[in-house]
């Protein structure tokens, strides 16, 4: 048996100096793990303090111990120093490129249309109204017979429509099919009164123009109630456009003519661009369209199953990307669906 103090100020001394040969960081571990690492030549000397005479077993423990410091901060020094140099080895033989510029991380933005839609959630619910959706694709029933709509009637040619090859059922042209779908989801037997949006896409047979999509959202809006006027109508679109729009803005309504609604009208909004003295956007008439609407037609509202004779209400469509239009100056409606980032980002 060996006296575990042998040697000891001579293996120091050659551990420092080793150390002090070891140029990468793999020879560093290397060298702690002989040294002073779980099996290391002084971790087993310090185990071997039981071997000693009892009285000289604290001095060894002391000794052993400032041994062991010195080497591990001599080992931390040693280890800083040749990670330094291999970052810079690394730096300059061009493994690390610090002049390269950072990778963007883009982020994504909402689409126009749905700020858009939002913030008309966001007034509709303030006035009342709950957010309804309905179906895409809609019966022929649905999307004219039950809103005043027979085949062959005239009005039908408002509407250009996609055919599905299920005989009667097409891509719904408008939002108002969803009316039928609330009343009788809602309405009880027509005994509720009822306020909702219906917000969704359309679509139209169309040919695809500056001016015409075959696809574009809409928002229906419905409130049927036992005392619903036009003045109701008219103050609660009204109302709309002031906070849509600002509320310095004017609104205007005029005649129109839907199968669905009696009376109709289209509703106007002071041009937002010139401020009604006439301009290239408005056409020079100082006004822009922004809705169509009415009282409730009571063949609609039979077909909902309210009766006419009790219950009224109003409804309208509105046309978010149109308004979009309107309030940034969009000259082509076809940007919306174009998936150009050149559009998107500006929004
Ligand atoms: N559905 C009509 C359209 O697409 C708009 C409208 C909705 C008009 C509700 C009156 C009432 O043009």
Not at 120 to 136: P, T
Not at 267 to 292: H, N, P, R, T
Request: net charge negative; hydrophobic share 35%.
């Amino acid at each position: 048996m060996h006296d575990p103090r042998q040697n000891l100020d001579t293996l120091l001394e050659i551990a420092l100096n080793e150390l002090g040969q070891q140029v990468t960081s793999d020879e560093v571990e290397n060298w702690e793990r002989k040294y002073i690492g779980k099996t290391g030549i002084f971790t087993q000397r310090s185990r071997m303090v039981g071997q000693l005479p009892a009285e000289e077993r604290a001095a060894f423990g002391k000794r052993i111990n400032d041994i062991k410091a010195t080497l591990l901060q001599a080992y931390a020094d040693r280890e800083k120093l040749v990670k330094e140099h291999e970052l810079a080895r690394d730096l300059e033989q061009g493994q690390i490129d610090v002049t390269l510029p950072g990778r963007a991380h883009p982020v994504g933005g909402l689409h126009p249309s749905t700020t858009t839609l939002r913030e008309f959630y966001a007034i509709w619910a303030e006035m009342g109204f709950q957010v309804y959706r309905s179906r895409d694709v809609e019966t022929d029933e649905m999307n004219f017979e039950l809103l005043n709509i027979p085949a062959h009637h005239p009005a039908r040619d408002m509407w250009d429509t996609f055919h599905t090859t299920t005989p009667g059922v097409v891509l719904r042209t408008h939002t108002s099919p969803g009316q039928i779908h609330a009343m009788r989801e809602f309405g009880e037997g027509g005994t509720q009164p009822i306020r909702v949006i219906l917000p969704g896409m359309c679509y139209r047979y169309e040919q695809v123009s500056v001016r015409s999509e075959i696809q574009f959202h809409q928002v229906e809006g419905v409130a049927i109630g036992k005392h619903i006027h036009l003045t109701d109508l008219k103050g609660t679109i009204a109302e709309f456009a002031r906070r849509m729009f600002g509320a310095d803005k004017d609104v205007r309504f005029r005649s129109s003519y839907f199968p669905f609604t009696e009376p109709s009208m289209e509703v106007d909004v002071e041009c937002l661009l010139c401020g009604g003295k006439g301009c290239q956007m408005c056409k020079y008439s100082g006004w822009l369209e922004i809705a169509g609407c009415g009282m409730m037609h009571p063949v609609v509202l039979r077909n909902g199953g309210y009766d006419p004779s009790e219950w009224s209400g109003f409804a309208f469509g509105m046309g978010p990307e149109r308004m979009i239009n309107l309030k940034y100056g969009v000259k082509d409606i076809r940007y919306y669906w174009g998936n150009d980032l050149r559009f998107l980002e500006q929004f």
